[in-house]
């Protein structure tokens, strides 16, 4: 067998992005019990942590056993019962993914749509709240991976609350990098990522219910489809009463444990204005090489920058040269993007000038 | 915030086990893009190594992005429809478990069952699917971390598949230690996880599919509950198409790589005469002590030893004082056994013979 001997490349894709070398080093502690007091102690922490970056007091704030997408379906199953309705925004890739991911938990969807790069118009969602006040919830994201779309949720959210329904807010790429305002907005369930703004290896999915929120899952009337996610049993298990559900991902919870004292060593306002100006020299630099991005202001997602591929351009071979002779990952446009943008990330640590100039000089070296 | 420094302890409850200190060490490689070529290279030789440790050359054997309880689920969703009969052996926890999980997934379920300690009765299963010839699958728990029984498949696989039924098998606690015999038993479902006898932190569930398994989720009539557990979608990742569904957790995918090829060098069938050979030291051993196994053999599973705690003595103060003054983790009894026996795992790299003097030693100094 060739020796594996993963390289050190610049992730600046969609997702992973660099992990932080002291992730790296947590990842490789020794594995201890799932119940032993010193890995319990460590669980504590990081759910405290884990507040921290999602601007909450919420008592049920914790790492999900799965990815990001694991993340979105615990979201849902927890949020709903079979025969619900549920009004769902979709502006790209993730917005379809819950409308299939609510449709397979059994409830039936309405689409509140935007064009692929563009918010949503909360003018939409008023129309959809109006002639649906008995959806039971509204599924949003917050992040747009796909796009490059941050969605202003101030209004969203207090038309939701208004109509008795709660929101779930997807948070995968906003989260560590981007305001997520949980407790500001009294967001009902809001879940995200590892592998994205929190310098983590993906493989966990940080999930945080508001006080409706957990009492919804308390009083059910079905049991969630899921067993794996079942907010309810895992609760238990993560809170005091240490009620044995799973097998936490021992090794994965320490490198979120480092993630999460990093964050806070930085300071979560510093962090988030690191990616803001991050994302600043980025679209500056990339105007000289002559490239637009995709979004507008304000609705630009400070760690995700979409750009439009120029004219005449093989964008395959350009992101394959970046890969191959520079070590850098770009990502390729999804969906109705296919092959027309390129998805810039600046996310956790690589949210930094350093990296936008080392990107910008291999652009301009290739596209010449 | 207080130094995280976990201890190197000696893990042998049942599981996780001891990581092995490569396997660590791979934790630790550079996170890489999850489309990376580097990282496609890595993911086909640790699926080409699953059917390795599966004695398998099933086309779809792959690690599930959870632990072994989302490795259950991923059977189980995929296995039934809504409305389909299931036939679940139970005789532990885990038996147990299949049962809600099958429900959950909107199937109706029929037990045949065991009392604890003693495996299921091939008369009892013949009943059951005589009475029940319209039922899909018939679960059952090989290797039960609950009671310690090893359950004898061929009979029952036999009956299964003259009946026209698909076989789930919980290989948790077997894979990697213990004979798993997919292929030659034609073992439609079989699913595990990685911190028991892989050596490798919990966080992953492999799992691999027969043909007739295969077909039958390529040609649902129903969607999958799931969309993050749907083998459907989850095979065009793992497959040559590559088609993205969720981003794959890299860093635990590399250590599983290393476990996997930690074992192909000492090769399967020594590790699993390993495996015996430490059993069969400790039961030895916990004899000269006094100490009783519940299972009898042949129904004893290797990797997991139940032990009756001795009378008048207090079960968790053991546990507690191994744990503090002799670094060695042992389990608790679970339900039935809850207080009554001791579950001592020697998996993966753990079982050998120094590790089973390092415990008696222990147990001898404690007990007195």
Redo the contacts between chains.
């Keep these: ?2 020796q ?6 610049l ?1 600046l ?1 969609p ?2 992005s ?2 932080d070398p002291r992730v ?11 119940l ?1 007091p ?2 319990v ?2 669980m504590d ?1 990081t759910t405290e942590l884990l507040r921290y970056v999602f601007n909450t007091k919420n008592k049920l704030t914790i790492p999900v ?6 993340g ?2 615990t979201a849902i199953v927890n949020s709903v019962e079979p025969g619900d309705k549920a009004i769902i925004c979709t502006a790209g890739v993730f917005g379809e ?1 819950m409308v ?2 609510t ?4 409830a039936q969807v309405v689409k509140v749509e935007s064009p692929w790069g563009e918010p949503i118009d909360p003018e939409d969602v008023k129309k959809a709240i109006r002639k649906n006040p008995d959806a039971k919830i509204l599924g949003i994201v917050h992040a747009e991976t796909s796009t490059g779309v941050l969605q202003p949720l101030d209004e969203i959210a207090a038309m939701v609350h208004e109509a008795g329904m709660r929101i779930v807010v997807d948070a995968v790429t906003s989260l560590g990098g981007v305001d997520v305002p949980t407790d500001r907005l009294q967001l009902d369930f809001v879940y995200s ?1 590892t ?1 994205k703004c929190l310098s983590c ?3 966990l999915a940080p999930i945080t219910l508001g006080e409706k929120a957990f009492e919804f899952i308390q009083n059910r009337k079905t ?6 996610l079942d907010l309810g049993m895992i609760q238990r298990y993560w809170g005091s009463e240490r009620f ?9 919870i ?2 979120l ?2 993630a999460l ?1 990093i964050i ?1 060593e930085e300071g979560l306002e510093a962090r988030i204005k690191r990616h803001k100006a991050a994302q600043e020299a980025l679209i500056s630099g990339l105007a000289a090489l002559g490239l637009k991005p995709v979004v507008n202001e304000p609705y630009r997602l400070p760690s995700l920058t979409t750009v439009y591929v120029p004219e005449g351009i093989n964008e395959a071979a350009v992101r394959k040269q970046l ?1 191959d002779e520079f070590g850098i ?1 770009i990502g390729a446009g ?1 969906g109705v993007f296919k092959g027309k943008v390129w998805r810039i990330g600046m996310m956790g640590t690589n949210a930094n000038r350093a990296n936008v100039i080392r990107l910008l000089g291999a652009l301009k070296d290739i596209l010449g």
């Design positions: 067998m060739n594996r001997n993963p390289k050190s490349k992730l894709g997702g992973p660099n992990t790296l080093r947590a990842l490789s502690e020794p594995t201890l019990g799932h032993d010193e890995f102690a460590i922490e056993s799965g990815t990001g997408s694991a979105m379906e993914r299939d991911v449709e397979r938990a059994g990522g592998q290896p993906p493989g049991k969630c489809q899921s067993w794996y044995y559900h799973h097998t936490a991902p021992i090794n994965m320490y490198a444990n480092e004292r806070k890969l990952e999804l």
